[in-house]
């Protein structure tokens, strides 16, 4: 079945420590996304791809970074220099990133919950 | 400030009781994106509006966009256990290529 999928469910950060958050698709969406989810502040971006080899920040990027090597993978890295990481963290994907477009509908993974230490 | 303000933040209803929980923009809509989400898990999506006056309907849920209010309504006829969790609106406002979303709508429905 296609789908996206998410890895750990859980995962715990020491304090100083990087960690990756693995997200995989196999939809063949052009389009990937994070998420960070807070309670009572719903979802914030953090960062997107449009395209392999190429993404932007969103709104919340300071912190993290990302890589799009492949079309099918966008992991997460939660770099030290996040100071309140924990959260909910939500992967997307999209048929394309566009503007007032039926494409721009996203397909969540299953989230991982982070944790500090 | 929040682009997508939701209302109410939370919502508990009886079982069988109709509900609704609207979402305002701030900026333009250029379509509009509702979402359910059980605790701890991913997103489902719901439905998609884009025209002003759009209206669409699944099982026992409709929504409707109104593009002059910015605005959208999800109702829930007849509430149902099934219907518990948390809504989230997300819109397409400006010409930023990717989605902006609301603070969700936390609804638990009683028996």
């Known amino acids: 079945d296609g789908g996206i999928t998410q890895s750990p469910k859980y995962l715990f950060r020491k304090e100083g420590q990087n960690v990756t958050l693995s997200c995989e698709q196999n939809?063949?969406?052009?389009?990937m996304y994070w998420y960070r989810q807070d309670p009572g502040q719903g979802l914030r971006l953090i960062y997107y791809?449009?395209?392999?080899?190429?993404?932007q920040k969103g709104d919340i990027a300071e912190g993290y970074s990302v890589s799009r090597e492949k079309k099918e993978s966008f992991p997460l890295t939660v770099t030290s220099a996040q100071k309140n990481p924990t959260a909910f963290y939500l992967c997307?994907?999209?048929?394309?990133?566009?503007?007032?477009?039926?494409?721009?509908?996203?397909?969540f993974g299953s989230g991982t919950q982070l944790s500090v230490l | 400030s929040q682009e997508l303000e939701q209302s109410p933040q939370s919502l508990i209803v009886q079982e069988g009781k109709n509900l609704t929980i609207n979402c305002t923009s701030s900026?333009?809509?250029?379509?509009l994106y509702w979402y359910k989400q059980k605790y701890g898990e991913g997103l489902i999506f719901l439905m998609m509006?884009?025209?002003?006056?759009e209206e669409k309907s699944h099982e026992k849920i409709t929504a409707k966009l109104d593009e002059k209010k910015q605005q959208s309504s999800l109702h829930i006829t007849a509430s149902q256990p099934s219907h518990a969790g948390i809504y989230l609106c997300?819109?397409?406002?400006?010409?930023?290529?990717?989605?902006?979303f609301g603070t969700g709508t936390r609804l638990q429905v009683t028996l």
């Open positions: 900026k333009t809509l250029y379509g």
């Open positions: 939809l063949n969406h052009d389009a």
């Open positions: 997307a994907s999209s048929i394309e990133a566009g503007t007032a477009s039926t494409n721009e509908k996203l397909f």
């Open positions: 509006l884009q025209k002003g006056g």
């Open positions: 997300g819109a397409v406002t400006g010409t930023a290529s990717k989605l902006t």
């Open positions: 791809s449009q395209i392999v080899n190429d993404f």
